[in-house]
């Protein structure tokens, strides 16, 4: 009888890195949010800390501004499972990404400046610096 081959089991951390590098590669060809949705689409097992990334990644490279919130939506959801399960490398990753950026931008220019202003607060409560002050200050004047 053969030997029944074992599916290979990836860590989160290695789900995470094939998630970034496909991203990386796909973004040289102006494909990076078509190739994080199929990964979402096609994948019933990421782990949900790499959802979060998922999800972020495409609120940052989404064409469509209303799949651009819907996927900041979801990255929201997953942001603090990201950070239980993922630690010192979601600490690391997150400031390359730019899906908060986005969403600012996106609620500002949609007049929603309560909802902007949220989300620079989760930036700020992420550590992710004075640039996030900055737009907060911004949209304080605009209220």
Request: proline content about 2%; glycine content about 8%.
């Amino acid at each position: 009888m053969a030997k029944r081959i074992e599916p290979c089991r990836k860590s989160p951390e290695e789900r995470l890195d094939d998630l970034l590098s496909g991203h990386r590669e796909a973004s040289l060809k102006n494909e990076g949010g078509k190739y994080v949705a199929r990964a979402i689409a096609s994948s019933d097992s990421l782990p949900n800390g790499v959802k979060f990334f998922a999800y972020a990644l495409l609120a940052a490279d989404a064409e469509d501004e209303d799949a651009a919130l819907e996927a900041l939506e979801m990255a929201e959801s997953y942001l603090e499972v990201a950070r239980k399960d993922l630690g010192r490398r979601f600490t690391k990753e997150l400031g390359e990404l730019r899906f908060l950026e986005r969403g600012i931008a996106l609620r500002s220019d949609r007049g929603e400046f309560e909802e902007a202003l949220r989300l620079c607060d989760v930036a700020l409560g992420l550590g992710l610096g004075e640039e996030y002050e900055r737009k907060r200050a911004s949209l304080l004047r605009m209220t």
